[in-house]
């Protein structure tokens, strides 16, 4: 028996093709790989050396490799050398039978497909090496095999055309291989298909295939001739591959296969067909269990979610009256040290109570950062882009951020452009990203100078919008900046301990950046201080139209032929309708368009499309409400819909939802002093009803609006504010979103169901954070979304009074 490593010869004319040769099978197989460009030249080899296989090119000078393999089989030394020719694609057929006879193993078509001949050889090299191990057991298994073989008529002509290696490599295949005559009886049959359908070969050969074997589909209904894939590779001259289907044992049990049915053809007439099969059962436990791993994933992130969501409402529920009660004791601590003369040294009280104020503003603080890098994470995250002066941006954050400044005796410098004009991205977190900034260089610099600077550049065609945080600080490290965009981690232990904060600050600045299409990048130096800057892409409103047109532009509707295509276009907008008709005549499309969503509807009955394009935003009915009734109509519901969305104006998140949102809990001093701007006195005779089951934030809430001059209604959910509303209709309802009961999203659609409660206006005030889901289902129902956490109550009576003012105008 042979200890040293396989030996195969590879035999082309062309030196490129034996360079790819020799390399693809060194990278795939330990063997010695020997060359020749000639048959001259290979027959020399063979003659002084062992080969263990041959891969011979059909097509060479002087001697091709039919002469050679001829050659090769007229030898005792060489006639058991498996031979695999090289042949042209298009002349496969032409070669094929002609190789088989003059004893090739097998044969591939130029140029090489790379895992084919990985396959192939695999297959042979493992028969070689059982053959050397077993060489006396397999010749007399041949012998036997090729005895019974011949007695059996059917299988005579096959047979004449395989070689002794030929047979002796199908017995060593794990793959199943079947072969079949034109009545589809079964004529060869190897051993691994013998045992995967749990017969012998002797009681399958002369079977027919379709009543054996293929004659059902899984669920046991009968396969007909007509739409089997074996019978089709017979009729048609051409391979078939099929990924997933079953064949049937002799128990009565079916095994999911993949198989590839082959036609054989001699001199342009098919013969009959082989059939290459593999049990498939351990792939499809694998792609189940991983099936059932991603449904398990998904649901964990949706626990996840939701978990985030609770969170959200259950901490800043608590803290949103833990800071408005501190407002409300701060004001009136400070009004009772007025009235009894105390000097500011003697206010301790309120001294406390304002510290008491600043721990539940940071508690908040980080409770939010935690959350807002929760649903970055968990992708819950959402950008709702809108159009803002930039200037008056930058002076809320301005107001917001110089008392911090002030604190470490820090002087603030702001350079921009007179006039910035307006931009379009998520406000929320720009003025989050830009107080994060700020705040951190108000942290790391005592008595030094921060600078704010706005700048534009254009990239490559792009407008870019630039906002740059320089301090003096401390600055950093190469390795202290490496840590810098890395969740719960400051730049080192050291700055934690002095400094505090959770380092998450930054981390959240970057992703904001990165969902806003931009950047930030960081330069710093020891001792001298940092600059932040964060890149936006300056985009308008119409940009953003056109990328979208563009996107729709690409949407391709599947049909038999165009001719047969009608698409619905329900749109508001005369120039939509234009450019979808240029792009869909150009395909052959038929194209019908509505300017409203009952017009649409009136021709989706009519017409009954192949598919509709529908606009979102829309006068009288707008797409959700179409998009709705198409899916309750059963004549409509199976009608492809494609929605559009421009994202105009306040896009997704606004034109969807609420007009704006902001954030308990409310400042106190802000709400008086927006009291004393506005005078509605035709509006204190209607209370103001606050829907709130938390009973400490709606007795905060009743008491501040009493002592801002207001009548106030209190009621602990839904049902019972529906009650009141038959009593004595508001002025405006505050209303929380999570309550027992009835919840505020079902409170805000029975309330726009009655027409006496229609024009009531309605401010949402929750600690849940607003999805676009959310957005959706408070569509038109309500005018503002407050979230717990992040406005005052100032800011809250500010928008309360602009509310009012709306309405009575």
Known sequence: MRSEMLRILIVDDNKNNLFTLHTLLNEHFEAQILESNSGQAALKVVLEQSVDLIILDVQMPEMDGFETAQLLRSWKKTEHIPIVFLTAAFKSEEFKQKGFAVGAADYLTKPIEPLQLISRVKTYLRFIQQEHKNTAELRLANEQLQTEINERKQAQAALAHLSRQNQLILDAAGEGI????????????????????????????????????????????????????????????????????????????????????????????????????????????TEAALQNAKEAAEQANLAKSQFLANMSHELRTPLNAIIGYSEILIEEAREEAIEAGLSPEEMDSITDLNKIHDAGKHLLGLINDVLDISKIEAGKMDIYNETFPVAEMLQEVLSTIQPLIAKKNNTLNVESAENLGTLFTDLTKLRQMLLNLLSNASKFTEQGLIQLSITTENRDGIAWILFSVSDTGIGMTSEQQAKLFKAFTQADNSTTRKYGGTGLGLVITKRFAEMMGGTIIVTSEVGKGSTFTIHLPNRTEQDLSKENQSRLEVIQLESTTAQETTILVIDDDPMVHHLLRKKTDKLGYQMITANNGQEGLRLAHEHHPSAILLDIVMPQMDGWDVLSVLKNDPELATIPVIMLSLLEDKTLGYSLGATD?????????????????????????????????????????????????????????????????????????????????????????????????????????????????????????????????????????????????????
């Open 178 to 285: 079947c072969g079949l005559d034109l009545q589809g009886n079964i004529s060869f049959i190897n051993p691994a298909a013998a045992r995967m359908l749990k017969y012998t070969p002797e009681e399958l050969i002369g079977c027919h295939y379709h009543q054996t074997i293929h004659h059902a589909h899984p669920d046991g209904k009968q396969y007909s001739l007509a739409e089997c894939p074996i019978l089709n590779a017979l009729e048609k001259k051409d391979f078939n591959h099929i990924e997933n289907e079953v064949f049937w044992c002799r128990d009565g049990n079916p095994f999911p296969v993949e198989y590839i049915a082959t036609p054989l053809i001699e001199e342009e007439q098919v013969t009959g067909v082989v059939i290459t099969f593999n049990d498939i059962t351990v792939r499809k436990a």
């Open 661 to 809: 949102y902001l954030v308990k809990p409310i400042n106190h001093e802000r709400l008086i002093t927006v009291l004393h701007k506005y005078h509605l006195d035709a509006k204190t005779s209607a209370p103001v009803m606050v829907v709130e089951d938390d009973n400490s934030i709606r007795e905060m809430m009743g008491r501040t609006l009493k002592n801002a001059g207001w009548q106030v209604d209190l009621a602990e959910n839904g049902l019972i504010a529906l009650e009141h509303l038959k009593q004595n209709l508001p002025a405006l309802i505050l209303l929380d979103l999570m309550m027992p009961e009835m919840d505020g999203f079902e409170f805000v659609s029975r309330l726009r169901q009655e027409p006496s409660y229609a024009d009531i206006p309605v401010v949402v005030l929750t600690a849940k954070d607003i999805t676009t889901e959310d957005r959706q289902r408070l569509h038109s129902g309500v005018e503002t979304i407050f979230q717990k956490g992040a406005y005052s109550q100032e800011k809250l009576l500010t928008e309360i009074e602009q509310v009012l003012i709306s309405v009575t105008h």
